[in-house]
C-alpha cells in the first residue's frame, strides 16, 4: 500500500494508536459520497428501530424480532438466507451471500445482541441530541448492523456487483464470548479474501479509529474446599475455605507479566452461606487478558505453584484456566486494510487510527492464524462511546464517513488486494 508514515502515540490507559494517517490529497468519489449522504437519514431510522427493540444475549423473543427484520432486509438486498441456531445461547446466526460478477470473496460481521435487559429501550429509546445519538446498543454493535445493511443498499444503487461472493453474517451471542457463533465464524471466515468487523469504534470517545490489535481473553477459576463445622460449637474441626481463599487471592495478585501485557484480575468472589457454619467452599473468577498465547501455561504453572503455599492445612485448592476467544495479533494483511481505510479517510480530509485494545471481539475468531487469508479489519462501525453504559452514544457525524469507508473499501477490495 502507499507508504504512510507511522505516528505511534500513547493515549490513554490500555490503549495505544500505532499510526495515524497522513492527510492526503486525493479526491473523494463523488458517486459514492453522494450516495453516503443519501442514506444518512435512512440509516438512522433503520438504528432507530434496531435499538428501540431490546435484544439483549439470551433473551430470545427480542432476538427473534430483530432477526425477522434483519433477514427482510436482507432479502430485500436480494441475499439468500441462512439460519444457525445458537444452541448455548439463544437466538440465530444469520448468514446472507450476495453473488457477484467477480472474484474475490468478502465477509462483513457483526452481531446485533446487546448487554441490555428486557424493558431497556422502553425506559430509554433511541433519541438524538447535540450530534450524538443515544440507547441502547446504538453503537454497540446496532450502528454496525446499519452501516452493513445501507453499504450494501449504496453498492446495488451503485451499480456495483464486482465481488465474488458477498457474505454478511449477524451474530446473536458475542456479548456472552459468542460460544453458538463462534465455529461457524471460523469456518466461514477462513473462505474469504477479506472479513470486515462493524464494532463501533473502540478507541477514545469519539475518536475515529479502526483496530488492528485485539487481546486474547481466559477466564480464571480459583475453587477452595475446607470443612463444614458449627462456628459456636466446634470451630476447630472445621477447615475455613473463605479465610483460605482469601490468602490464595492475595498470594495470586501478582500473575501479571507487564512486558508482554498480560494481566489477570480477580473479579468474583463467592463463599460460606450460613453465619454460624464454618463455609465449606469459596470460589473466586478472574479475568486474564493476553497477546502471547504461552501466557496459558505460564500463568497455570505459576498459579499452581503459588498455591501449594496454604495458610490453612487441609484445604483443597484447585486452579484452572478456560480459554476465550483468541487474540487478533499484530499482522500484516489487517495492517495493510487499516491503510486502505486510513487513505479512504484522507480522501474525506478525516484523520483515522489505528488501534489497539485490551477487549476481545468476534474478529479474533474470523483471523485464522496460520493462513495469509483473510484479511480482518475490526472497528468498522460507527463513532462513539462509553459503550454498554447507560449512556452509551454514536456520534452522528460519523454516519457519512462510516457509509463511504465501508462501501469503498468492499469496492476496492472486490477489486484488488490491499
Ligand atoms: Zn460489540
Known sequence: MNGFPFKPLLFGAGLAALTSA?????????????????????????????????????????????EAILEERLQELGAEIETHPSEELGGNTLVGRLQGSGERDIMLMIHYDTVFGEGTAAERPF???EGRAYGPGVGDAKGGVAVILHSLAMLEELDFDGYGTLTVVFNPDEEQGSLGSRDLIQELAG??????????????????????????????????????????????????????????????????DPDKETTLNWTVIEGGGTRNIIPESARAEGDMRYFDADEYDRVTEEANEIIADRLIEDTDVEFRLERGRPPLPENPQTQALAEAAQAIYGELDLD??????????????????????????????????RYHSSDEFVELDSVVPRLYLATRLIMDLAEESP
Do not use: W
Open 22 to 66: 497522513a492527510p492526503l490529497a486525493a479526491e473523494p468519489r463523488q458517486e459514492i459520497l453522494d450516495a453516503a449522504e443519501r442514506h444518512e437519514a435512512p440509516l438512522l431510522e433503520t438504528l432507530e428501530t434496531l435499538v428501540n427493540i431490546d435484544s439483549g444475549t439470551t433473551f430470545e423473543a427480542g432476538l427473534a424480532e430483530v
Open 352 to 385: 483515522l487510527e489505528a488501534v489497539e485494545i485490551g477487549g476481545g471481539t468476534d474478529a479474533a475468531y474470523a483471523y485464522q492464524p496460520d493462513a495469509e487469508h483473510p484479511a480482518v479489519l475490526e472497528s468498522l462501525g460507527l463513532v462513539g462511546g
Open 127 to 129: 433519541r438524538t441530541e
Open 191 to 256: 473462505k474469504q479474501d477479506a472479513v470486515l468487523v462493524f464494532e463501533p469504534t473502540l478507541g477514545v470517545d469519539g475518536v475515529s479509529s479502526v483496530t488492528t490489535v485485539t487481546k486474547g481473553i481466559n477466564y480464571a477459576f480459583l475453587e477452595v474446599t475446607g470443612r463444614a463445622s458449627h462456628a459456636g460449637g466446634a470451630p476447630e474441626e472445621g477447615r475455613n475455605s473463605v479465610m483460605e481463599l482469601a490468602h490464595q487471592l492475595l498470594q495470586l495478585d501478582d500473575l501479571d
